[in-house]
C-alpha cells in the first residue's frame, strides 16, 4: 500500500460561524476529490478499476462539474443552461468517458464551475431562496444547496479512494 503523503488541501475551520464553516467543507471535499486525481495521467483517470462499475476518477470529475452548475447556476439563479457533458441520449454522459476526454479539458471545466458557483454563493446569504423549484416546486435556500455539495462531494469522494487504491495503491483520507 502506497500512502499520499503530500496533502496540501485547507482544513476547515472548527470554530468558524455558520457560513465560512460550510464553505470551508465545501472547499475541502473539492480539494480532496482533485488530491485523488493528483499524478495519474489520463489513461489513469479514464480507468474504472471496480468492475462492473464503468466509474473513473475523470467521470466523478466531469459529473461534479454538471453537479456544480447545476445547484449554483441552473437551481439557485435560474439560468436556463445545457449540459456540459450529458446528452439526451446519454443523460450519464458525463460518467461515460471515452479516449478522447482528457484531464485537462475535465480539470479546467470544473475549475469554471467551482469559480462560477463561488460568485453565486457570495451573492447570497444562506437563507435566500433558489430562483428554481425542486421536483415538488419547493424552492431550496442556499444553506440547503451548500449541505447538499458537501454530501454529494464527501458521497464521491469514497468512490474516488477505492478506484484510486485500486488503480496504483495510493491510499489517504
Not at 454529494?152 to 469514497?158: K, P, Q
Request: negative net charge; glycine residues 6%.
Amino acid at each position: 500500500m502506497i500512502v499520499m503523503t503530500t496533502d496540501t488541501r485547507t482544513e476547515p475551520s472548527t470554530t468558524a460561524d455558520e457560513r465560512a464553516m460550510l464553505e470551508g467543507f465545501l472547499d475541502y471535499h473539492r480539494e480532496t476529490l482533485i488530491m485523488k486525481c493528483a499524478g495519474l495521467d489520463d489513461a489513469q483517470l479514464r480507468t474504472a478499476a471496480l468492475a462492473p462499475s464503468e466509474l473513473t476518477l475523470l467521470g466523478l470529475v466531469r459529473h461534479l462539474a454538471e453537479v456544480e452548475r447545476y445547484w449554483f447556476r441552473e437551481i439557485m439563479e435560474d439560468e436556463d443552461l445545457p449540459d456540459l457533458y450529458s446528452t439526451e441520449e446519454d443523460g450519464d454522459r458525463d460518467f461515460h468517458v471515452t479516449a478522447q476526454d482528457t484531464w485537462a479539458e475535465a480539470h479546467a471545466t470544473w475549475l469554471t464551475q467551482v469559480a462560477d458557483a463561488r460568485k453565486v454563493t457570495e451573492a447570497h446569504g444562506l437563507d435566500d431562496l433558489s430562483l428554481s423549484r425542486g421536483r415538488g416546486g419547493e424552492p431550496f435556500s442556499l444553506r440547503w444547496i451548500l449541505t447538499h455539495m458537501i454530501e454529494e462531494y464527501a458521497r464521491h469522494n469514497g468512490h474516488a479512494d477505492l478506484l484510486r487504491e485500486h488503480i496504483d495503491g495510493v491510499t489517504g483520507e
